[in-house]
């Protein structure tokens, strides 16, 4: 066996060591004791969440009216282009562009003097036909007297009775080129065809014109028309709110302006007898009073109409639903008589301005949290809100 020999230290260093041999055994035991000692303190128990406050209500059935909204673009009841019917220099406009005008208010004008010298040499052509006529009727009459007497010959008595009708022809073609002339002069002086408001003009004064060149517009905008469209697919296509005719129209409402909060009252009168093959949509017509000329064409708008009624319909508040367990299902939170919810699956029907209309799911009388419901889960119990509950 290997025998060890005890380290010598100083006198000084053997006595330190001696006298922390205690204070160490006892700093050990204490840590020990603190170690193995046993936790005699419970944590609190947690606090209880209170009961939700949230509104609830009975539901009940009523009647109800659909009504749907669609898009649409104004347009102007009628457009007529104005046009030059002659040729020449345009004199004047007579208008200020952009205002109203009615009907047969003169618009331009143009050099008339050369249409007015061919009215006057038609008007000689006339009368000296005329002339002519007259000469020929007291040679008929002259010749058919001595014809019955027996000294003219029946050669005369024909030759002035065809003299007669050639100068009556030469009078009804000297009668029709003064109706020409007259009409060409008329036509120097361009009045409105419809009433409405009267765009820019497209020429200025002193330019020369021609036949056929585009002087102005001018667009009927009271009534003013909608036209819009729906899909062929539409639920209610087959129903009388989306097949108007002239004889049976359909009340309208028309929203215009910038927030659509402009409001006006009118029918729809026409629907497109075939369906747009390419957007499976249908075309519909709708005409709406505007004295005012408020509503411009080329507006975009919304028309909102009753496309069905529904009776005893469930109805409840849009903010009573929530998602159901199933993607795309809704559901409300329905209360037992101890004021436990319970999430039940609901079919939707359409909104109604009443609310939305529930086909399946709930019956009269049943009670559902009607808002609040990211508080809720199934199970839990609520306290029902009233005026006088604190939230």
């Known amino acids: 066996m290997p025998s060890f020999t005890a380290t010598k230290y100083p006198p000084q260093i053997q006595a330190r060591l001696t006298n922390a041999r205690p204070i160490g055994i006892f700093l050990l035991l204490s840590c020990l004791a603190l170690t ?31 009504f749907e909204t669609y898009t649409g673009t104004t347009e102007a009841q009628r457009q007529v282009d104005v046009r030059a019917q002659i040729e020449g220099i345009l004199q004047s406009r007579n208008y200020i562009e952009g205002d109203k005008v009615e009907k047969g208010a003169p618009l331009f004008t143009i050099d008339n003097r050369p249409y007015v010298a061919t009215l006057k040499e038609a008007q ?10 007259n000469g020929a009727q ?8 001595l014809f019955g007497k027996g000294v003219a010959s029946v050669k005369d008595r024909d030759d002035t009775q065809s003299a007669l009708e050639v100068a009556q022809a030469a009078v009804k073609i000297a009668e029709a080129k003064v109706t020409a002339a007259q009409i ?27 036949v056929g060149d585009k002087l102005a517009q001018i667009e009927a905008i009271d009534p003013i028309q909608v036209v819009l469209t729906t899909s ?25 302006g910038h927030d659509f909060s402009t409001s006006v009252a009118g ?19 709708g005409i709406f009073p505007n004295p005012t000329g408020r ?52 079919e939707l029907g359409p909104m109604s301005d009443e609310g939305q209309v529930i086909t399946s799911g709930l019956k009269a009388g049943e009670q559902i949290v009607t808002d609040g419901l990211v508080k809720l889960r199934p199970g839990i119990t609520i306290e029902p809100f009233t005026p006088q509950s604190k939230s």
């Open 36 to 66: 193995l000692t046993p936790v005699s303190a419970e944590n609190p128990p947690a606090k209880k969440m209170p009961a939700p406050i949230v509104p609830i209500a009975a539901v009940t059935s009523a009647d109800v009216t659909i």
């Open 124 to 133: 000689a052509t006339q009368a000296a036909a005329q002339a002519t006529q």
């Open 138 to 145: 007291r040679d008929w009459a002259r010749i058919n007297t």
């Open 184 to 210: 060409n002069v008329d036509y120097t002086r361009i009045n409105a065809p419809i009433a409405g408001i009267v765009g820019r003009r497209s020429v200025a004064a002193g330019n020369l014109i021609k």
């Open 232 to 256: 062929a697919d539409n639920p209610y296509a087959r129903t009388n709110a989306l097949n108007p005719t002239p004889a049976q129209p359909v009340p309208a409402e028309l929203l215009a």
């Open 267 to 285: 029918v729809l009168n026409f629907r497109a007898v075939s369906v747009d093959a390419n957007t499976n949509s249908v075309t519909l017509r």
């Open 295 to 346: 509503i411009k064409p080329n507006e975009f708008v919304r028309v909102r109409l009753a496309v069905a009624k529904l009776s005893h319909a469930i109805v409840i508040p849009p903010t009573a639903l929530t998602s159901g367990i199933r993607p795309g299902s809704f559901a409300v939170y329905t209360v037992a008589a101890d004021y436990k919810i319970t999430q039940t699956p609901v």
